[in-house]
């Protein structure tokens, strides 16, 4: 497809679980945003990659998040020991170049955690 | 530290109404501002943008205008139509920033 994919579409788990969630950014797209968003709240920004490289992760809430884009395309967000906090919509967004304000920003349709 | 705020929904209107969605900002600097849409079973995706004071953006028959002396950036559209039913989301950008700051979105519903 031409978009931002992400998988699963859902995904139920136990507290405690770990989850992993897979992002294929469009391709050629260098930059990778990861976003968090609770019901009924905006997109909270979690982390952004430039190729592999991570350059910013501050909005990571804690050390149970961990995010990768090992070869510069695909990203996998990972949350282990989950909790019921972590329930919310992952999105994925990705760019063409940087982080300059005339860079479009693609997203994907998200991924729905529940944490039960 | 910077944020956005706008109106809460949801908002109903029938079609053919005037709708504004009001949003203002807190930011040190001079942000850019967006308005993103999310239609239904959709992503997001940006609707339309200024960069700096007295910016006009438009997409769509959609408004906005940014307003530095009242820290605003209000959505408008002079007649809204059935497709136009969606999430509509503030928010705000530093050229020097990997991230954007959302708002917590405005649902707006358009009776026939």
């Known amino acids: 497809g031409a978009g931002v994919s992400q998988s699963p579409r859902y995904k139920v788990a136990k507290r405690g679980q770990d989850v992993a969630l897979r992002c294929d950014p469009i391709?050629?797209?260098?930059?990778l945003f990861w976003y968090q968003q609770a019901l009924g709240q905006g997109p909270e920004f979690l982390t952004y990659?430039?190729?592999?490289?991570?350059?910013?992760k501050s909005g990571l809430p804690s050390d149970r998040f961990f995010a990768e884009r090992p070869e510069g395309s695909v990203s996998t967000l990972k949350i282990q020991r989950t909790q019921q906090e972590d329930s919310a919509v992952y999105l994925c967004?990705?760019?063409?170049?940087?982080?300059?304000?005339?860079?479009?920003?693609?997203f994907g349709s998200g991924t729905q955690l529940s944490v039960l | 530290g910077d944020s956005v705020t706008q109106m809460e929904g949801p908002v109903t209107l029938s079609e053919e109404a005037f709708l504004t969605i009001n949003c203002t900002y807190t930011?040190?600097?001079?942000?850019?501002l967006f308005w993103y849409v999310q239609y239904p079973g959709e992503g997001l995706q940006l609707l339309l943008k200024?960069?700096?004071?007295?910016d006009k953006g438009s997409n769509k028959g959609f408004e906005a205008t940014y307003r530095k002396e009242t820290t605003s950036f209000h959505l408008e559209k002079g007649s809204v139509q059935v497709s136009d039913s969606a999430v509509y989301f503030c928010?705000?950008?530093?050229?020097?920033?990997?991230?954007?700051?959302f708002g917590s979105g405005t649902r707006l519903s358009i009776r026939p």
């Open positions: 967004a990705s760019s063409l170049g940087g982080t300059g304000l005339n860079e479009k920003l693609f």
């Open positions: 391709s050629g797209h260098v930059s």
């Open positions: 990659f430039q190729n592999e490289a991570q350059l910013d």
């Open positions: 930011a040190t600097g001079y942000p850019s």
């Open positions: 200024a960069t700096k004071a007295d």
């Open positions: 928010a705000l950008k530093r050229s020097s920033a990997s991230k954007i700051i």
